[in-house]
T-cell receptor, first 113, second 112 residues
Framework: ETGVTQTPRHLVMGMTNKKSLKCEQH?????MYWYKQSAKKPLELMFV???????ENNSVPSRFSPECPNSSHLFLHLHTLQPEDSALYLC????????????FGPGTRLTVT | LAKTTQPISMDSYEGQEVNITCSHN???????ITWYQQFPSQGPRFIIQ???TKVTNEVASLFIPADRKSSTLSLPRVSLSDTAVYYC?????????????FGSGTRLSIRP
């Protein structure tokens, strides 16, 4: 247990569906991250939030929409996804400037059919 | 941005010491070397970080020579549960989170 939880752990959705991934951290951190990990590819940073403000968006398509209502919760809203968006989506958090020491959740395995 | 090079895969046996070396020839003065471990279908886990010489914690040791162009993660007396992918990252503490690049890592397989 890293103190970062993600729900659901597995999700299958059609290309016309709308779904949301949820991440919660119980570590008192103030930075949160979304990563995508596709099969046989390195982790790709998608979004960074610091004190609820989005500070990084790595050219992620608009069909992925993040939301950070407070420092403990992070959502990733999904709509009209493509099969190539199937991947493990990982949430992480860190304390302040210690972004090099991130605590990851277990991930959501997403399959787009 | 310092690029890292590490072996794609390594095999070892239970009880052995495993050393994974990472090359980072163009490391900058303010860069730190950080290692993460990732088990299948889980998120990566921070293992250790160092700047120079040697750092040791309850999980591993990190050896960094004087020129800092490489580093070695040492896992003492590995067990089957140490089978994972290990990532070497070079990160400047004054850079942004977007500069974190995990790369392909080293897939370590431990056999009985």
């Amino acid at each position: 247990e890293t103190g970062v939880t993600q729900t659901p752990r597995h999700l299958v959705m059609g290309m016309t569906n709308k779904k949301s991934l949820k991440c919660e951290q119980h570590l008192g951190h103030n930075a949160m991250y979304w990563y995508k990990q596709s099969a046989k590819k390195p982790l790709e940073l998608m979004f960074v939030y610091n004190f609820k403000e989005q500070t990084e968006n790595n050219s992620v398509p608009s069909r992925f929409s993040p939301e950070c209502p407070n420092s403990s919760h992070l959502f990733l809203h999904l709509h009209t996804l493509q099969p190539e968006d199937s991947a493990l989506y990982l949430c992480a958090s860190s304390q302040g400037a210690r972004f090099y020491e991130q605590y990851f959740g277990p991930g959501t395995r997403l399959t787009v059919t | 941005l310092a690029k890292t090079t590490q072996p794609i895969s390594m095999d070892s046996y239970e009880g052995q010491e495993v050393n994974i070396t990472c090359s980072h020839n163009n490391i900058a003065t303010n860069d730190y070397i950080t290692w993460y471990q990732q088990f299948p279908s889980q998120g990566p886990r921070f293992i250790i970080q160092g700047y120079k010489t040697k750092v040791t914690n309850e999980v591993a040791s990190l050896f960094i020579p004087a020129d800092r162009k490489s580093s070695t993660l040492s896992l003492p007396r590995v067990s089957l549960s140490d089978t994972a992918v290990y990532y070497c990252l070079v990160i400047g503490r004054d850079s942004s989170a977007s500069k974190i690049i995990f790369g392909s890592g080293t897939r370590l397989s431990i056999r009985p």
